[in-house]
């Protein structure tokens, strides 16, 4: 069978007003939200969200150099994930831009380069006892030099973690976690912790309640700084789908006038070919003819399958040679960061993530299902990058489609379902934010940026104005990452069950210390602020309307029950009801409907008989569990049974063999 895609419009297409805010700067050379953060300066623990290309580096390096020079900070620690993201802390010339200090690093501080790990912790211990202001290190390195030092060892100290959402509240899991408790313990040391996106794939929390509430938050989210850009305009995010291979089916999205990051998917997962660097050589094969490859900087040049023009194709997924792969990233980094033509392809799988600096980049087109929404945020990152000539970035996520006939069926629809709801996340975090008081009398009209709503209960406390304020995304993620909201998403749980059972249900777990109050205050928040980011607005005469279900409601009639009556996320299924075929459209529902019947496989298999006399006085007719007849029902729910069974088992003799070979 022929691969074929389905095709359909993005999930997310929105379009920013380009007026410059959070790019521009000010009298000290600072950005929007790096004014924002060093308006918090003065605060020992400092929580800094925002997303890639914000400034969050250079906001750390405003912070920190006026904790060293005005409030008797002794030391500035730098901790990033991998050695490559050290080079966003490396020496600046502050003071050019109007700030009163320069940002220096001198070289034996830069731990962020080849070397043992052991020799790295011996100099980060040295630096503790040095008279040096600043040093730059990996999380590994941290960790590692934890182990031979007293949280008390980093008393005068400004510890600043880049990328936090690398750190859990699990501490048996976490040595980070455990280092980051510690600290803040048994130290007066201030923190600094930034990150694009602060949760994690694994849903599990980056602080601990009581360690959390100790932060000060510092917000500038995806619509402050891409609707502020001079340049980029524009971002779509969408799914295709497809039958077969992959490695068949990407002609039909990749576009090769776009500056490209390819992302293959993980060797574990159904839509890898289980050979990587074979995958590389079908999408150079996909591009063009490889004419050659640079001996210097590993770039491919490949001429174009249509037009015969050179593409030049860097490849990190080939780690066989160190050297080799050391020499392209450094091209990337120095050249290509910096060179329109430097590069135009860049096929990637564990790399170009976090912190990889392509601000050409348009079109992130990404195979297989991300677990991690943390990862998406990433790679969409990758292409949001302000710069000249690029008014429109683009994000693409190839998902196959489920089949019938295969074991894994269930799987796949759910990571269907929940790439969909992971770009319904991104569509709450790039649009406008709102704030939403309660409307008490007719009196009391809206306002741009403004909404007034019947029955509304405004944040009674401290603690509920700081979720709603800073924390109401990553709610929203706990949210998304549920495995029964991800149904319930998808039309399986009404609106009611979903807004007022199952959403306060993930607050509490996340939010425990929180009064049944105050939970209903939250629930409530999310609740408006996801159907209104997820409605459309429109416009008639003097009167504004917005899209609540199926329906155009004037915003000034809103009402707190009204909106408890939609599903906000129920686009999701609306979506795949566009995108699919109906054949599949119908095994995805099935499958969700599978996980909720209450039949055991000893009842459905007692049915069986049963089953195949009514198919066969209804002239072959399945039954239909969307049937008015309850037995006809009962027959179609202990077929899916039967089905989910048969695969089950199939899968088990598949794995069996397997394991004999």
Not at 15 to 29: H, K, L
Not at 46 to 60: D, E, F, N, Q, T
Not at 211 to 238: C, M, S, W
Not at 400 to 409: C, G, H, I, L, T
Request: aromatic letters at 6%.
């Amino acid at each position: 069978m022929s691969p074929k895609i389905e095709e359909f419009t993005n999930i997310v297409d929105v379009s920013y007003a380009q007026d410059g805010t959070s790019v521009n700067t000010d009298a000290m050379g600072m950005r929007e939200m790096q004014r924002r953060v060093f308006e918090q300066r003065a605060r020992q623990y400092l929580l800094v969200k925002a997303p890639p290309a914000s400034g969050k580096s250079r906001a750390l390096m405003f912070v920190g150099l006026d904790k060293l020079y005005n409030q008797g900070r002794k030391k500035v620690i730098v901790a990033v994930p991998e050695r490559s993201i050290g080079a966003s802390f490396a020496p600046t010339k502050l003071t050019e831009h109007g700030f009163f200090a320069d940002w220096e690093v001198p070289d034996k501080n830069n731990l962020c380069t080849p070397g043992s790990s052991q020799s790295k912790v011996n100099a980060f211990v040295d630096f503790l006892q040095s008279s040096d202001p600043v040093l730059i290190c990996t999380h590994a390195t941290l960790r590692f030099a934890f182990e031979k030092l007293a949280p008390e060892a980093f008393n005068g100290t400004v510890l600043a973690i880049d990328e936090f959402h690398h750190v859990s509240a699990d501490l048996e899991a976490s040595r980070l976690g455990m280092l980051l408790h510690d600290i803040m313990a048994g130290s007066d040391a201030h923190i600094v912790a930034m990150t694009g996106s602060y949760f994690r794939g694994d849903s599990v929390p980056v602080l601990s309640p009581a360690d959390e509430a100790k932060f000060t938050p510092v917000t500038f989210n995806y619509y402050d700084q891409l609707n502020g850009y001079r340049f980029l305009k524009a971002l779509g995010i969408g799914h295709h789908f497809y039958q077969g291979r992959y490695t068949e089916a990407i002609n039909e999205v990749l576009d090769l006038d776009k500056k490209t990051i390819i992302h293959i998917p993980n060797v574990n997962s159904g839509e890898s070919t289980k050979d990587k660097l074979e995958e590389v050589g079908f999408l150079l094969d996909a591009i063009g003819v490889v004419e050659r490859t640079d001996p210097n900087t590993g770039i491919i040049e490949v001429r174009r399958r249509d037009n015969g023009q050179i593409l030049r194709v860097a490849d990190l997924v080939d780690d066989t040679d160190q050297k080799a792969r050391a020499e392209t990233l450094h091209y990337l980094s120095t050249v290509a960061s910096k060179e329109r033509d430097g590069v135009d392809i860049i096929i990637a799988l564990g790399m170009a993530k976090e912190g990889f600096d392509w601000p050409f980049a348009e079109h992130a087109l990404t195979v297989g299902y991300r677990a991690s929404l943390t990862e998406i945020i990433q790679i969409i990152g990758r292409v949001t990058r302000d710069c000249e000539g690029k008014p429109r970035a683009q994000f693409t996520n190839l998902i196959a489609e489920p089949d019938a006939s295969q074991a894994e069926v269930t799987v796949t629809v759910n990571n269907m379902l929940k790439a969909i709801t992971a770009s319904l996340l991104m569509e709450q975090v790039l649009a406008q934010n709102f704030e939403f008081k309660t409307k008490r009398s007719d009196d009391d009209e809206n306002e741009p940026g403004k909404l007034r709503i019947r029955g509304f209960k405004e944040p009674s406390t401290d603690r509920v104005r700081q979720i709603v304020t800073a924390d109401l995304n990553d709610l929203k993620a706990n949210i998304l990452q549920d495995d029964m909201f991800v149904r319930a998403a998808a039309g399986s749980l009404d609106a009611e069950t979903t807004n007022k059972v199952l959403i306060p249900k993930i607050i509490r777990d996340r939010y425990p210390d929180l009064t049944e109050t105050e939970v209903e205050e939250v629930r409530q928040h999310v609740v408006v602020d996801s159907v209104i980011k997820n409605g459309e607005v429109r416009e008639v005469g003097d009167k504004r309307f917005v899209r609540m279900g199926e329906k155009f409601v004037n915003i000034d009639d809103i009402h707190i029950n009204l909106i408890d009556s939609v599903n906000p996320f129920q686009r999701a299924f609306e979506v795949l009801s566009k995108s699919v075929t109906p054949n599949v459209l119908r095994l995805i529902s099935d499958s969700i409907a599978a996980t909720r019947i209450q039949i055991t496989p000893d009842e459905a298999l007692a049915l069986f008989p049963k089953i195949q006399l009514w198919s066969k006085t209804h002239g072959g007719k399945r039954p239909d569990r969307r049937s008015e007849d309850a037995t006809e029902r009962k027959y179609a729910e202990a077929l899916l049974v039967l089905q989910k069974l048969k695969r089950e088992r199939q899968q088990g003799v598949a794995q069996q063999k397997a394991k004999e070979e």
